[in-house]
């Protein structure tokens, strides 16, 4: 690769870290601040966690001669997002006594804590960890959580897709001791002993690396969005391997054409006692070529783009002890969750749970403690911030139902709110340009309003809000996607895909909520009174020329309407 | 080297008027001291003044021992009047601290003034609780050689009103004692009657043992109003707020503020440790209320004493009786008083008072005292105070604290507020800049560690010092935060802990801090640290003296009563210090 660009900082940092130990430690003991220092901000991520500050109280803070109000969000590290009920309880005692006493599912499957103060950090830690839980590489360059399709009402197939998720997870967890030895007073293994990374490396990857496996027809995963995918493939009723994609990602950069979102490209067809290896080869390629002087550029949809998809493939193909072979067919037919109750033949049920954008809080938690207390089944969390309770068997479902109703758990929805998915943005995360979680219920309500005008409240149509364009609620790849560019301001995309395969384009730029519904309210009404058969409204919208059909990451930015405003 | 030629502390001036004339004096050549001796000895005889004698010998004088016990500051002041008004009856007075004296010693006086506070719940002040005992004990002393007198401050808001000065005259009398007078029992507005108290006293006294002819060779200047036109309780100085900023966070569960006051011409020259005096006013809707309830209506001058004169507040049991007497009504148990005020005393028989019945129930408003936080070295003219507002509800109604809600919430930068000096010398900075000190200061507690701090900043003291400070929540809480901050940074500041007692599932405070830093902590006293304690008495206060008591039972691996013996020896040396309240 081009080698005489500088490092960005993060690689001196992860080089200068000792394995991501840095300065955390010592950091700790300074009471008289809630941070840690910036550098060590950069290695806490690998430890699972970000320091942010409460960007409400910022303009209150400097008049009462006290630092910002900082705390940590902290990232669980759960593969597929399958806890047990005991897990589940632990979670919900730390929430309330570390952490602000909510907890976020994310789209990630997994768990967020926020507002964690300093001091709370370690007890946080070691609960997780008696329970067997761990944050470790829940952010930071290296391999995310694996996500994973929920479908337990698949027995079989799940049972494999979940194993094969927690497999990736074991295999391209960093080896370094950090954690253990800053957040459980591990004994550092002192004389001889060269720790050593054998797949990352001291300075692990160039930037983020995402996972996820999923099981036709469900994309709940939005696996074309991932770094690196895996498409079950199913032959008389068992899974004989799986279709790879690499190369998919959200983020981008305003103002800045050449960082676009990208949709994975299918590469090729592996065994499942060879997807870990697959997986391991992908990423020490994207370890080795990823470029680490600029961190805008440093996903792995980029080196693709940068170096070309079949040189990056061959680059692969040379590594693996089994090639890849041609892809087989698949089909999907959406990316959201099938809310409320799932039965089996034999009567074993599974309830989803709706999470609004994934914060539980208050009545939710209470109803869910009481679940969780009769101790059956699992807590399994959705890539889109749902929970499903899965495994009640016959005997029981009886006693979750009451709990359910009793706790006001088993409401309906639109099919927008259902489908719909927000980033946590304000007040907390300091990427954030504009409000997501705290807004777009209301903005979902406004559309409502409009959808019952045009007899559209049970279409289900993928709407996502994100505070800035990094995509953390995947914007760029649903029916409509709202993007943060400043307070009170989006850009509105349209044309993605249902079924999670196909990008959007942007729409409108620079929206507040009242030029949102504005400019949605006529394409509903369109919709309603235009729309083909089962047609999806992210394909109306291109089939009806509103927006021009995004093929590639690469084309994001182009065919954009005159329209789109300045 | 100390100056040879000091006046020395009994000499016929106010103490302050002793420091100005030994700052000259010690200063002076012996033939400047001659020309002054010689002058003032001409101008006395021109004026045709009787020539002064100092030559003759005196006769001997009767000693007096003024022995005073005191948390808050109040008995040493009054002892000091006293060493004065006996002074000048020709007395040789001594005054002691009962921290610095035993049972023995005191029985060993002829003459015995015991000033003595009570603090809290019927307990004595800090300081004087060794010598309380030991005076209790049952292997006490006799003091049948000894003359005596007490007077009692107290608090008739707390139960167990002047419970110590009660209990050390009754003591005094059952070991042999002989009574100069009877026991005077002070409230908190205890000036004129303490002070005719001391004059008919001593007078008494001196009548008894008195070297008659003592009085004539003193030369009676009345010092009563000691401190020249320093501001007092009585005339305070009007201090206008130059910064009125809320430091805890909008989300903070309490109310604490930061309120500079411009001193310039106040003639205030407080020291760090030392209190500001705050005169108050009511909240106006509960004077109006009060009137209301009582059934008086409103003229300019009782709305202006209950507003500013009269405490409208707090209830005493001896209140709810002299309700029931003046209305005859029906008497409440005295126990009804508790967490009640006068609002719901009148209301419980409304209507029923005159004007004069209503100003006769209540009794003077007491001014509040604030631990400066700020240190003259760094803000001359200025006097920074960190006041918490209190708010709570008792008895189905919302209270608010008269003073601290007065501060902070009806009054804004610009305003002014009445102020007078209240000195604390038993909590000073070290005299040594390199000694060590540890400040224990949650909460306002802080405040007067900002003052040690900006003081030792600006003598550029190289002692180490170490801060310990507490409150609920970390994130909203953390006052002068950013100050700290920079003290660290500055290296001024050694060392900080911190212990927030709302942040975890489990309740921390600053002793679980001081227990889980005990190595150190001893290390730092062994060191010749001077340690402080400044906030809360009830709870506070009591719980770090039984942590440091643990710590050094551990640390110095001794059993209880070892550690209790090196904790004393600490106080005695001057070196475990309190200001709390």
């Not at chain 2, 719940?121 to 292997?139: H, I, K, N, S, T």
């Not at chain 2, 801060?467 to 609920?472: D, M």
Request: net charge neutral; hydrophobic share 40%.
């Amino acid at each position: 690769m081009d080698i005489e660009r500088p490092l960005s900082a993060n690689e001196r940092i992860k080089q200068a870290s000792n394995f991501l130990r840095g300065g955390i430690a010592e950091g700790l003991t300074h009471a008289e601040t809630g941070a840690l220092s910036e550098d060590d901000g950069q290695l806490t991520k690998f430890h699972g966690f970000y320091q942010q500050d409460d960007r409400d109280l910022r303009a209150e803070r400097g008049k009462q001669r006290m630092e910002k109000a900082f705390s940590f969000m902290v990232r669980m590290r759960i593969p597929g997002g399958i806890v047990t009920p005991a897990q589940w309880l632990t979670i919900e005692k730390l929430a309330k006594e570390r952490a602000n006493g909510t907890i976020r599912l994310t789209t990630r499957e997994t768990v967020q804590f926020h507002g964690i103060l300093k001091g709370n950090l370690r007890p946080l830690m070691q609960g997780l960890n008696a329970v067997t839980l761990d944050t470790i590489a829940a952010c930071g360059d290296v391999n995310r959580n694996v996500i994973a399709t929920v479908a337990p009402w698949q027995r079989d197939h799940y049972a494999a897709i979940s194993a094969l998720a927690r497999g990736f997870s074991e295999h391209l967890l960093p080896k370094t001791r950090a954690w253990h030895e800053i957040w459980l007073g591990e004994e550092r293994i002192s004389g001889g002993v060269v720790e050593e990374e054998p797949i990352y490396g001291r300075t692990y990857l160039p930037r983020k690396f995402k996972i996820a496996v999923a099981l036709p027809p469900h994309n709940d995963v939005d696996v074309f969005a991932h770094d690196l995918g895996f498409i079950a493939i199913v032959q008389r009723g068992r899974i004989v391997g799986y279709n790879v994609t690499i190369g998919g990602g959200m983020g981008m950069t305003h103002g800045e054409p050449e960082t676009y979102p990208r949709t994975a490209d299918v590469i090729g067809f592996c065994k499942p006692q060879d997807a870990i290896d697959v997986a391991e080869k992908v990423l020490t390629v994207q370890r080795d070529f990823g470029d680490r002087s600029n961190r805008k550029h440093a996903r792995l949809k980029y080196t693709i783009d940068t170096i070309g998809l079949d040189r990056f493939v061959a680059l692969v193909q040379e590594r693996l002890a089994v090639k890849l072979t041609a892809a087989k067919p698949f089909s999907f037919h959406s990316t959201g969750d099938r809310l409320g109750w799932a039965q089996e033949e034999d009567g074993t049920s599974h309830f989803t749970l709706f999470v609004e954008n994934g914060r539980m809080k208050g009545g939710m938690l209470a109803g869910l403690h009481e679940i969780a207390g009769l101790g059956i089944g699992r807590f399994i969390m959705t890539a889109n911030q749902n929970l499903v309770l899965a495994d009640i068997p016959k005997a029981k479902r009886k006693a979750v139902q009451k709990l359910l109703t009793a706790h006001g758990l088993d409401g309906t929805f639109s099919g927008l709110r259902g489908s719909a998915m927000a980033c946590v943005a304000l007040p907390t995360c300091g990427l954030a340009l504009a409000e997501s979680e705290r807004y777009l219920p209301d903005l979902v309500t406004r559309l409502e309003f409009e959808l019952e005008r045009f007899g559209l409240r049970e279409d289900e149509i993928t709407i996502r809000m994100t505070g800035c364009p990094n995509g953390c609620a995947r914007p760029y790849i649903s029916e409509i996607g709202l993007v943060g560019r400043g307070p009170g301001v989006y850009n509105l995309y349209l044309g993605g895909a249902h079924e999670g395969v196909r990008l959007n384009k942007l729409h409108r730029r620079d929206v507040n909520g009242d030029a949102i519904v504005a400019a949605l309210s006529p394409l509903f009404e369109a919709y309603a009174k235009q729309r083909k058969s089962n047609e999806r409204f992210g394909d109306f919208v291109i089939r009806t020329g509103v927006v021009a059909e995004t093929t590639a990451g690469a084309n994001f930015h182009e065919n954009l309407s005159p329209d789109v405003g300045n | 080297m100390p100056p040879a030629f000091l006046l020395p502390s009994t000499a016929p001036f106010a103490e302050e008027q002793i420091a100005a004339l030994n700052r000259v004096i010690s200063v002076t050549t012996p033939e400047q001291r001659a020309w002054l001796s010689g002058y003032l000895a001409g101008l006395q005889a021109a004026s045709g003044g009787q020539a002064a004698t100092p030559a003759a010998p005196p006769a001997k004088r009767a000693p007096l021992t003024i022995l005073f016990g005191t948390e808050s500051g109040n008995s040493e002041a009054l002892a000091g009047q006293a060493r004065k008004v006996a002074a000048k009856l020709g007395f040789a007075p001594k005054v002691v601290d009962m921290a610095d004296f035993t049972p023995a010693q005191a029985a060993a006086t002829e003459n015995l003034l015991v000033i003595a506070a009570t603090w809290g719940e019927g307990d004595p002040p800090q300081r004087a609780v060794d010598f309380y005992e030991a005076l209790m004990a049952d292997d006490a002393p006799r003091f049948e050689k000894t003359r005596f007198a007490v007077l009692a401050l107290g608090d008739r808001a707390y139960a167990q009103f002047c419970e110590t000065g009660r209990r050390i005259d009754e003591r005094l009398a059952a070991l042999g004692g002989a009574r100069i007078t009877d026991r005077i029992e002070c409230d908190l507005d205890f000036e004129t009657p303490a002070n005719g108290w001391i004059d008919s006293t001593l007078e008494r006294l001196n009548a008894e043992v008195g070297i008659k002819e003592a009085g004539a060779s003193v030369i009676h200047v009345d010092f009563a109003r000691p401190g020249g036109d320093s501001p007092t309780r009585a005339r305070p100085f009007e201090a206008e707020i130059t910064e009125h900023v809320r430091l805890s966070g909008s989300r903070s569960s309490s109310d604490t503020w930061h309120v500079a006051v411009s001193l310039e011409g106040a003639g205030i020259a407080y020291e760090p440790g030392d209190s500001l005096g705050v005169v108050p006013s009511n909240d106006p809707a509960l004077a109006d209320a009060v009137l209301k309830a009582a059934g008086v209506a409103a003229d300019d001058t009782l709305r202006g004493a209950l507003l500013d004169r009269l405490d409208i507040t707090t209830l005493t049991a001896k209140q709810v009786e002299d309700f029931a007497r003046e209305t005859g009504t029906a008497a409440l148990p005295a126990e009804w008083a508790v967490g009640r005020q006068i609002i719901d005393l009148l209301e419980t028989a409304p209507g029923k008072l005159s004007a004069e019945q209503l100003t006769a129930l209540l009794r003077p408003l007491p001014p509040r005292y604030y631990s400066i936080a700020s240190s003259r070295k760094a803000v001359p003219d200025e006097a920074h105070l960190l006041i918490a507002g209190l708010r709570y509800t008792s008895h189905g109604r919302e209270r608010a604290g008269v003073a601290s809600i007065d501060i902070t919430a009806r009054h804004r930068a610009g305003d002014r507020l009445k102020v007078f000096l209240r000195s604390n010398p038993h909590f000073r900075l070290p005299a040594d800049p390199e000694r060590p000190v540890i400040m224990i200061g949650p909460g306002t507690g802080v405040a007067p560690f900002r003052a040690f701090l900006q003081e030792r900043e600006a003598i550029g003291a190289g002692g180490r010092n170490w801060l310990v400070f507490g409150h609920r929540n970390y994130t909203h809480d953390f006052l002068y935060q950013l100050e700290l901050q920079d003290w660290l940074k500055s290296k001024l500041l050694t060392r900080l802990d911190v212990a927030f007692s709302r942040d975890q599932p489990e309740k921390r405070y600053v002793q679980d801090t001081l227990w889980d830093v005990r190595g150190d902590l001893y290390g730092w006293l062994r060191d010749g640290a001077a340690l402080y304690v400044c906030g809360d008495a009830n709870a506070m206060a009591k719980d770090v003296h039984e942590a440091l008591l643990r710590i050094l039972a551990d640390q110095g691996k001794q059993d209880k009563a070892g550690a209790k013996a090196e904790l004393d020896a600490i106080r005695r040396d001057g070196r475990y210090l309190r200001d709390v309240y």
